[in-house]
């Protein structure tokens, strides 16, 4: 989304145009692209609601703007503040109730779109882990279908009543009866089919990528999307990628991956050890030192699993993260990964090492043709080419401490989507190969986070020692103990 400063446009663009393709709905608004067509005939009972939903935000706006006229300067503020809430409570309310791929989107709104209002941010931020529950009784049947047997039976104590609910599933605290204190995420019943729904039904909003960035392909792009989708449905390969992080940050001094129960897992049952910690809008009240540890945290996770494990964790919206002080972190929900292949990830590193290390134009504008990331012979100089991109590295291009705002934030969606401001030539000639497709969700989502925290750090000392090509040093004392934490587990893994 393209960070909207507009007291409503965002609200109008969500409600009006939701669905899937979310970020590509809210541009269609702003550059003047068609929106669906809406058929009685074909359109299924879930884009039925979301077309309701749509028409109540229209008419609550046109009342709206009918009481603006009239009313002073600060009426109309109060106006504007009322409609804001009342057009993100109807929002929650019915993407929490319908879960599956239509809840993500509000998710991602809560946390990507700085432009959003503090109240409306507020509201969405609900459907991070706190969306309308299946009932005790039906999440105790889906144990049974699914585990043979009634929670009472597998389990010393079951809290029928969950600590976390979100797009997919919800999530039960219990006791094992080994006495283990574990979380049980359990999938809702018939969410495989509204994502499936949902997904079918969001081609419209793919295929207008065509119409707003002429230079992408869209169909790696929707293909790429819909098998990440997908594969969260799938609890038995999240427990394969959770295993994966788990034991590779086994003990480490900040970092904390839950470790996975097997015999109580299966495809849509995944149970874990249960891990304690603040919630986002906790840390939000900390001291600056503590925002600053946790976002350094995250980044070194984030990032430093791409050239560490070779895989990435997709998913970096605020509910997935549990914080203690002192900057350790417990990252959750692993069922949007991508694993990267050793040619993915040594063109990250090409790319790094020609605009950041090197600093040479030509040898980044080759790299970015060669890879189809730009159309060969683009009527663009070099240096017009890293004006456009240059803005993605700028927080790790200078060797000093840089503060990740909202004006950041909201300036890095608009150059990745804002196809009518000062970089929109470029940007109607690129495209996005598929692996490039996650890695912007998590980038944009992590900027979107750090700007909440105003989180600071000098990024390129922290990210060299997160780039191989470079393996520099320990910068700060958080990267001290972990290189003492990496010597142990080399000592340990060869016996010495």
Same mark, same amino acid.
């Given at each position: *989304?393209?960070?909207?400063?507009?007291?409503?446009?965002?609200?109008?663009?969500?409600?009006?145009?939701?669905?899937?393709?979310?970020?590509?709905?809210?541009?269609?608004?702003?550059?003047?692209?068609? =929106?669906?067509?809406?058929?009685?005939?074909? *359109?299924?009972y879930r884009n039925l609601r979301l077309a309701r939903l749509g028409a109540r935000s229209s008419g609550r706006y046109a009342v709206h703007k009918a009481r603006a006229t009239f009313a002073s300067a600060e009426r109309r503020d109060a106006l504007d503040t009322e409609f804001q809430i009342r057009t993100a409570q109807d929002v929650t309310k019915e993407l929490g109730n319908m879960k599956g791929a239509m809840m993500k989107l509000g998710q991602m709104a809560s946390y990507l779109d700085t432009g959003l209002p503090d109240n409306v941010r507020q509201t969405l931020a609900?459907?991070?882990?706190?969306?309308?529950? *299946?009932?005790g009784e039906l999440a105790a049947a889906q144990i049974e279908r699914e585990l043979g047997k009634p929670p009472s039976e597998l389990f010393l104590e079951w809290d029928p009543i969950p600590i976390a609910s979100a797009s997919i599933g919800q999530v039960h605290r219990a006791i094992t009866l080994d006495d283990r204190a574990?979380?049980?995420?359990?999938?809702?019943?018939?969410?495989a089919d509204a994502m499936e729904s949902d997904l079918n039904n969001a081609d419209w909003i793919f295929g207008a990528m065509a119409s707003l960035f002429p230079g992408v392909e869209p169909g790696p792009i929707v293909e790429e999307l819909k098998d990440r989708l997908v594969e969260e449905l799938d609890y038995t390969a999240e427990a394969k990628s959770q295993r994966y992080f788990a034991e590779f940050f086994d003990r480490h001094p900040f970092i904390h991956v839950p470790h996975v129960v097997e015999r109580l897992s299966t495809e849509r049952i995944l149970t874990t050890e249960l891990a304690d910690g603040a919630r986002f809008d906790e840390l939000l009240t900390w001291s600056d030192e503590e925002k600053n540890l946790a976002a350094e945290t995250i980044f070194r996770f984030s990032f430093g699993s791409i050239y560490r494990l070779h895989a990435f964790n997709g998913d970096p919206h605020p509910g997935n993260y549990l914080f203690e002080k002192g900057g350790r972190v417990t990252f959750l929900d692993f069922g949007l990964i991508k694993r990267f292949t050793p040619t993915e990830t040594l063109l990250f590193e090409q790319l790094i090492q020609a605009m950041v290390i090197d600093e040479d134009l030509p040898a980044f504008r080759t790299i970015v043709e060669d890879n189809g990331l730009l159309r060969r012979g683009a009527p663009f100089t070099d240096e017009e080419i890293g004006e456009y991109f240059q803005f993605f590295y700028r927080y790790v291009a200078e060797r000093r401490e840089i503060t990740i705002?909202? =004006?950041?934030?909201?300036?890095?969606?608009?150059?990745?989507?804002?196809? =009518?401001?000062?970089?929109?030539?470029?940007?109607?000639?690129?495209?996005?190969?598929?692996?490039?497709?996650?890695l912007q969700r998590i980038t944009l989502g992590l900027m979107g986070l750090f700007a909440q925290l105003e989180a600071t750090a000098n990024w390129r000392e922290v990210a060299e020692e997160l780039w191989p090509f470079v393996d520099g040093p320990p910068s700060t004392p958080t990267g001290h103990a972990i290189e003492a934490w990496r010597q142990t587990k080399n000592q340990t893994r060869l016996g010495i």
């Open positions: *989304m393209v960070a909207i400063r507009s007291s409503r446009g965002p609200l109008l663009a969500l409600s009006a145009a939701l669905g899937l393709g979310a970020l590509v709905a809210i541009l269609q608004r702003r550059n003047g692209v068609a =929106e669906a067509p809406v058929s009685d005939t074909k *359109m299924s609900s459907l991070q882990h706190d969306a309308p529950p *299946m009932s574990v979380a049980v995420k359990i999938q809702y019943p018939g969410v705002d909202a =004006e950041y934030a909201a300036a890095g969606v608009a150059q990745l989507f804002d196809r =009518e401001g000062p970089q929109g030539a470029v940007l109607k000639e690129l495209n996005v190969p598929p692996s490039f497709v996650i």
